[in-house]
T-cell receptor
Framework: LAKTTQPISMDSYEGQEVNITCSHNNIATNDYITWYQQFPSQGPRFIIQGYKTKVTNEVASLFIPADRKSSTLSLPRVSLSDTAVYYCLVGDTGRRALTFGSGTRLQVQP | EAGVTQFPSHSVIEKGQTVTLRCDPISGHDNLYWYRRVMGKEIKFLLHFVKESKQDESGMPNNRFLAERTGGTYSTLKVQPAELEDSGVYFC????????????FGPGTRLTVT
């Protein structure tokens, strides 16, 4: 399994763009990159998934460089409600179990 | 559409007792997963059902844990007898497709063993 490394915590202010980078140096050819978000007292929630280049949805953008050894989750104009833990997961699409790391605790302040 | 539901939301039991956690997946989702986070550590996979069949039990910690999914609908996770180290939050998730795609998580059951 590809090991992921991401910052333990980040602070931001409302209205700012937040970029959370995840390192996954030993990512395999068949691995996808998936990000989950978790609010206190809730289960994780899928945000976005990608394989290469850029993926964008209504919530976030995911940037993946050509070597795929890292990825960046971009949250545009964060609000207080974006305060949560964000997990970067890397895994083969054939693998059923999700492997969570420690995640990044994002704190958005007014 | 109702999401994944779990019952109870919180359970406090004494060491040696038995506890049964329940998970109701999203209707139509054949894939059901159990995870847990213990002692502030990372969320860990326990097992995966496809309908009523166990596809992967590799994360089950020991034989004190028994998961069932009768009829391929809801699932139960029984801990018998409970130990102090079983305290944590137990999450259930479901998905339409297997593999490393979007899984829908329930709110979790917080288990406290005293």
């Amino acid at each position: 399994l590809a090991k992921t490394t991401q910052p333990i915590s980040m602070d931001s202010y409302e209205g700012q763009e937040v970029n959370i980078t995840c390192s996954h140096n030993n990512i395999a050819t068949n691995d996808y990159i998936t990000w989950y978000q978790q609010f206190p007292s809730q289960g994780p929630r899928f945000i976005i998934q990608g394989y290469k280049t850029k993926v964008t949805n209504e919530v976030a953008s995911l940037f993946i460089p050509a070597d795929r050894k890292s990825s960046t989750l971009s949250l545009p104009r964060v609000s207080l409600s974006d305060t949560a833990v964000y997990y970067c997961l890397v895994g083969d699409t054939g693998r059923r179990a999700l492997t969570f790391g420690s995640g990044t605790r994002l704190q958005v302040q007014p | 559409e109702a999401g994944v539901t779990q019952f109870p939301s919180h359970s406090v039991i004494e060491k040696g007792q038995t506890v049964t956690l329940r998970c109701d997946p999203i209707s139509g989702h054949d894939n059901l997963y159990w995870y847990r986070r213990v002692m502030g550590k990372e969320i860990k996979f326990l097992l995966h059902f496809v309908k009523e069949s166990k596809q992967d039990e590799s994360g089950m910690p020991n034989n004190r844990f028994l998961a069932e999914r009768t009829g391929g609908t809801y699932s139960t996770l029984k801990v018998q007898p409970a130990e102090l180290e079983d305290s944590g939050v137990y999450f259930c998730a479901s998905s339409h497709r297997p593999s490393h795609y979007e899984q829908y998580f329930g709110p979790g059951t917080r288990l406290t063993v005293t």
